[in-house]
């Protein structure tokens, strides 16, 4: 029954777009299939790193003084950087998509800084094990929890890279593409801010 409560919380939490999904939407219609599935392994990756220190309670984060405002800010400067570099960007006129070019060329690193980078993420998990998981439950049933929750992630964000890779899909969309980036922008540069400010 726990891990039941604990993996549809969870999912449903996956369900709700953030950073992490505008990153794969971005980098799905630009990018090849290896280049966005390298993303989703850096988001899942980053994910793992906050689960293990849930899993662990490992409380460092949360409690500090220094590391949770630190990591606001570099969160928050990065989703805005990436906002901003979205809604600067000029319409293409051809069929051919170009890469964006952006300050990191690593799809692996701008995933897991993506995720890494919100503090939100850290304290999603650190309260999820803390309200839905017992004290009393073994640790390698807390670890098989943790695993099961980063091949979640893994897998619904492969499936959206997946999808949004199709040529079909690309074709479909590339007409549009110029408003999907400058709404993807908006919406990083408006959650960068927010990690920026947030009290």
Known sequence: ?????????????LLI??????????????KSKAESILLCVGI????????????????LIRQSDFLMPLIQLLGGGYLFY?????????KE??????????FIKSDFLNGFLTAFLNPKNAIFYLSLFGALVSPSTPLPIKLLYGLWMVSVIFIWDSMIALLLNK?????????????????????LLFLGLKLIFMK
């Open 44 to 59: 899942a990756f980053a994910h793992g790193l906050y689960l293990g220190f849930a899993i662990f309670q490992i409380e």
């Open 167 to 187: 040529e079909a899909i690309k074709k479909r969309f590339f007409s549009y593409l110029y408003i999907i980036e400058k709404v993807a922008g908006a919406v």
């Open 17 to 30: 777009p953030g950073a992490d999904f505008f990153m794969i939407l971005q980098t799905s219609l630009r």
């Open 1 to 13: 029954m726990e891990f039941l409560v604990l993996a549809t919380a969870h999912f449903l939490a």
């Open 93 to 102: 006129s051809s069929n051919e998509i170009k890469v964006k070019s952006f």
């Open 82 to 90: 990436i906002g901003f570099m979205l809604l600067k960007s000029k």
